[in-house]
């Protein structure tokens, strides 16, 4: 084992400290917002803007934990500390969970009983949209992510400490379970959270338009945390550039895949032209919104599918690191496609109100990501595939 395998990891006490600072400001400019009639709504759309990214981005670490588990992917044991970060921090979310939880009157028409009344379709789905089954269904997502991603996390850290070969079976159990686990479940929770702000339009391609856009986000997440890790030298030797281009390689994959889905998601609604399916487009591609959802489609898909191509950009440290920050302000910018127009209204704006939510999600996320960090060795220190994965060649 080679002697850099057992670094471990020191977030910056400034920057820690930092980070909750921005989290307190920004609750207290939520809290601010909850208390004016007319920026409550605008405060609330954008804690859920903020909470979606933030809980998708830990879970589709989990998704991308499992899949390295269940591929026995041995290229990217060095790497494993990445993702096991993220899927870990998802407790740390779990109080906007119940501010969410509690703002449902703020955001869905279903919650009101004077909407209900007299509309066939809502009283049709009023068994599932209520406010109680909404909480009951938010808490269990949460606690079930979180008992099988803190599975896999939990006996990769204990590999550490004993190296019994019987964690590796245990991991791999969890994944397996997992995996399943997660496409019925987020699959809810995307319809829940988001799709169900209006709840006349269903399409049955949402939740993987909003998961492939998860692990796009996780994907970039990793990358932009692995570079600063070998940038301060905890990584240095671990995080190789041939690791750097089969990430870039997976990302190409997951964006072009999320491109693909979404265009479908489209293609299906404009082509059959039925009056309850097309006013969800009509009201995102006009009065402005239509240009968010170009810069969606640019972010998103075009800069990291063409960009990414050339194996020499894929092996760039700087190329790399600035696709992936384009790829996480690409995805918020879709969930803000996707939600702002509910509660904007017609034509695209973005204040404090909406922008303090945003922020101190992914603030406290990002503590929660470099907490979690460092609570185990920076690699997997009893891993038999670890040598393997630090002389990786691609």
């Given at each position: 084992m080679?002697v850099?395998?057992?670094?471990?990891?020191?977030?910056?006490?400034?920057?820690?400290?930092?980070?909750?600072?921005?989290?307190?400001?920004?609750?207290?400019?939520?809290?601010?917002?909850?208390?004016?009639?007319?920026?409550?709504?605008r405060?609330?759309?954008?804690?859920?803007?903020?909470?979606?990214?933030?809980?998708?981005?830990?879970?589709?670490?989990?998704?991308?934990?499992?899949?390295?588990?269940?591929?026995?992917?041995?290229?990217?044991?060095?790497l494993?500390?990445?993702?096991?970060?993220?899927?870990?921090?998802l407790?740390?979310?779990?109080?906007?969970?119940?501010?969410?939880?509690?703002?449902?009157?703020?955001?869905?028409?279903w919650?009101?009983?004077?909407?209900?009344?007299?509309?066939?379709?809502?009283?049709?789905?009023?068994d599932?949209?209520?406010?109680?089954?909404?909480?009951?269904?938010?808490?269990?997502?949460?606690?079930?992510?979180?008992?099988?991603?803190?599975?896999?996390?939990?006996?990769?850290?204990?590999?550490?400490?004993?190296?019994?070969?019987?964690?590796?079976a245990?991991?791999?159990?969890?994944?397996?379970?997992?995996?399943?686990?997660?496409?019925?479940?987020?699959s809810?929770?995307?319809?829940?959270?988001?799709e169900?702000?209006?709840?006349?339009?269903f399409?049955?391609?949402?939740?993987?338009?909003?998961?492939?856009?998860?692990?796009?986000?996780?994907?970039?997440?990793c990358?932009?945390?692995?570079?600063?890790?070998?940038?301060?030298?905890?990584?240095?030797?671990?995080?190789?550039?041939?690791?750097?281009?089969?990430?870039?390689?997976?990302?190409?994959?997951?964006?072009?895949?999320?491109?693909?889905?979404?265009?479908?998601?489209?293609?299906?609604?404009?082509?059959?032209?039925?009056?309850?399916?097309?006013p969800?487009?009509?009201?995102?591609?006009?009065?402005?919104?239509?240009?968010?959802?170009?810069l969606?489609?640019?972010?998103?898909?075009?800069?990291?599918?063409?960009?990414?191509?050339?194996?020499?950009?894929?092996?760039?440290?700087?190329?790399?690191?600035?696709?992936?920050?384009?790829?996480?302000?690409?995805?918020?910018?879709?969930?803000?496609?996707?939600?702002?127009?509910?509660?904007i209204?017609?034509?695209?704006?973005?204040?404090?109100?909406?922008?303090?939510?945003?922020?101190?999600?992914?603030?406290?996320?990002?503590?929660?990501?470099?907490?979690?960090?460092?609570e185990?060795?920076?690699?997997?220190?009893r891993?038999?595939?670890?040598?393997?994965?630090l002389?990786?060649?691609?």
């Amino acid at each position: 084992m080679s002697v850099h395998a057992s670094i471990r990891f020191a977030p910056p006490r400034a920057l820690m400290r930092g980070l909750l600072v921005i989290v307190f400001v920004c609750g207290l400019l939520f809290g601010l917002g909850l208390l004016g009639p007319e920026s409550r709504e605008r405060s609330m759309g954008g804690l859920l803007m903020g909470f979606v990214h933030a809980v998708s981005i830990t879970v589709a670490g989990g998704l991308f934990l499992a899949v390295l588990r269940l591929s026995n992917a041995r290229w990217a044991t060095a790497l494993r500390r990445l993702p096991e970060a993220l899927a870990a921090s998802l407790p740390v979310l779990g109080f906007l969970a119940l501010i969410l939880i509690g703002g449902v009157p703020l955001l869905y028409d279903w919650s009101h009983e004077s909407h209900v009344l007299g509309d066939p379709i809502l009283e049709g789905k009023s068994d599932y949209l209520n406010w109680f089954a909404f909480g009951v269904r938010s808490i269990v997502f949460f606690l079930v992510w979180t008992w099988l991603m803190r599975g896999m996390v939990a006996h990769s850290r204990r590999q550490d400490a004993d190296g019994d070969a019987r964690h590796r079976a245990a991991m791999f159990k969890y994944a397996a379970c997992f995996m399943p686990v997660l496409a019925v479940t987020y699959s809810l929770a995307s319809v829940d959270w988001v799709e169900s702000l209006e709840p006349h339009w269903f399409s049955t391609a949402f939740a993987l338009v909003t998961l492939s856009g998860a692990a796009c986000s996780a994907l970039a997440a990793c990358v932009l945390l692995g570079l600063w890790l070998r940038k301060r030298g905890e990584l240095r030797r671990a995080f190789t550039d041939d690791h750097l281009d089969d990430l870039g390689k997976i990302t190409i994959g997951f964006a072009l895949f999320w491109g693909y889905i979404w265009f479908c998601q489209y293609m299906l609604v404009w082509y059959t032209n039925m009056p309850e399916e097309t006013p969800y487009y009509a009201l995102r591609l006009n009065g402005g919104w239509g240009h968010v959802a170009k810069l969606c489609i640019l972010l998103c898909w075009a800069v990291p599918f063409f960009v990414l191509m050339p194996k020499r950009a894929r092996r760039s440290a700087a190329v790399m690191g600035r696709v992936a920050v384009v790829v996480l302000v690409g995805q918020a910018t879709h969930w803000y496609w996707l939600i702002g127009p509910v509660v904007i209204g017609e034509h695209p704006a973005f204040g404090m109100w909406d922008l303090a939510p945003v922020v101190g999600s992914l603030a406290l996320l990002a503590w929660g990501v470099l907490r979690r960090l460092s609570e185990a060795p920076i690699v997997p220190l009893r891993d038999p595939a670890l040598e393997e994965s630090l002389h990786y060649h691609c």
